[in-house]
């Protein structure tokens, strides 16, 4: 019998599994889970958890593994019959809710079988008594496991799509793979080196889904780091409107108004060095994010990301005019080191800190050694009234 979205061939001699909930009603599992297969199901004229998901048209694989693997292990026609009136049923409403069947396995000795549609949703079924399973192959199904967990969650949109359905495919050649070899060895460990070949080909799917996971990851914090770039233009074109607007009223604080043109050239300067370090660092392969914080935080980090830039760099602006430290005896170039310390400052948020740790320490020593001083003036006044 050939049924539509399986290979004929597969499904007289491969099948895939069920499991039943209590009550006779199956539950359907989601993306990435496993389930059981009871050896042997107990069918009738009517099988109610069947007729249940046909008529929501939201079968799970597992339902529509054990009406394929129970067809095949039929003992009596009238059991054959039975099952074989709900595979196409089962498989429509199974495709209604994942997709059309691309990709489908079943084993010949144990009833396990697997399933990767055009939604790139893949699916399989463990075979009874998971325990028993050689220890290197079990490793490596929950290897797979794990990684269609993961790529289905993290590889979503349309955006997306393409590295999804490599990576799902990767992931089920290689689970097919593992399959074969256990149903042709139930119970003997595989050759090491045959191990070592699908062990590669899993860490192999598996890198290409993290370059992936985080290229997208730092696509979605440039994009964020775009939206903060708008938003230092908005302040500083504020900026530059009140300085253009209120001259007289900055010039009244006692500030001059060259001063107020190069702060905000400094900021500018801090948001520019801050985007710079950002593309530099992806273009080197250099910029790590954590790709499963998710879209939101991403945008948000990397929208701050130039706000902090540009704050450093008016921090580095204000510590050059303290004094604390020279910059130059050259009145005509001191405004250029003053902006090009600010872009240094957004460049490298690590040298900012370094910069503002050292001069908070030379603040507080400051501050410790005249309180000693003072200390000590006054012992010193004491003991000459007592004298």
């Not at 900055?250 to 400094?266: D, N």
Request: with cysteine.
């Amino acid at each position: 019998m050939a049924v539509r979205g399986h290979n004929a061939d597969d499904v007289a001699e491969r099948g895939p599994p069920v499991k039943l909930a209590a009550g006779g009603s199956a539950e359907p599992v989601p993306i990435g889970a496993r389930a059981s297969v009871p050896d042997e199901a107990k069918p009738s004229r009517c099988i109610v958890e069947f007729d249940s998901v046909i008529a929501r048209r939201d079968a799970s694989f597992v339902q529509l593994a054990t009406a394929i693997l129970n067809f095949r292990d039929a003992i009596d026609a009238d059991e054959r019959s039975v099952y074989e009136h709900y595979i196409e049923p089962l498989t429509e409403a199974f495709e209604s809710a994942h997709g059309h069947i691309t990709h489908s396995f079943y084993c010949r000795n144990r009833r396990a079988a697997a399933a990767l549609t055009d939604r790139h949703e893949l699916w399989f079924v463990d075979p009874p008594g998971f325990n028993s399973i050689p220890a290197p192959i079990a490793d490596l199904l929950f290897k797979c496991d794990r990684l269609k967990v993961e790529a289905s969650r993290l590889l979503v949109g349309p955006e997306k799509s393409r590295d999804l359905q490599t990576t799902m495919l990767l992931t089920y050649t290689v689970l097919v793979k593992l399959l074969i070899l256990l149903d042709e060895s139930p119970t003997q460990p595989p050759p090491r080196d045959i191990v070592d070949l699908h062990n590669r080909e899993v860490g192999y799917a598996y890198d290409y889904y993290l370059r992936a996971a985080e290229r997208y990851a730092q696509f979605d914090y440039f994009r964020g780091m775009l939206i903060g770039v708008l938003v230092c233009v908005g302040l500083i074109a504020v900026g530059v409107g009140l300085i253009a607007l209120g001259a007289l009223l900055w010039t009244q604080l006692g500030f001059e108004l060259q001063t107020g043109k190069i702060l905000v050239l400094c900021l500018m300067a801090g948001a520019i060095g801050a985007v710079v370090s950002v593309m530099s660092r992806m273009t080197f392969g250099e910029l790590s994010l954590d790709y499963e914080a998710g879209r939101q935080p991403l945008w948000m980090l990397g929208a701050f990301r130039p706000i902090i830039g540009m704050t450093f760099g008016a921090a580095m602006w204000v510590l050059a005019n303290t004094g604390l430290f020279i910059i130059g005896p050259n009145e005509q170039t001191r405004p250029f080191a003053h902006i090009l310390i600010a872009f240094l400052a957004g460049f490298s948020e690590r040298w900012a800190q370094d910069m503002l740790g050292r001069t908070a320490d030379q603040i507080s020593n400051y501050g410790g050694t005249r309180n000693n001083r003072d200390g000590a003036e006054r012992i010193k006044n004491e003991t000459a009234k007592s004298r």
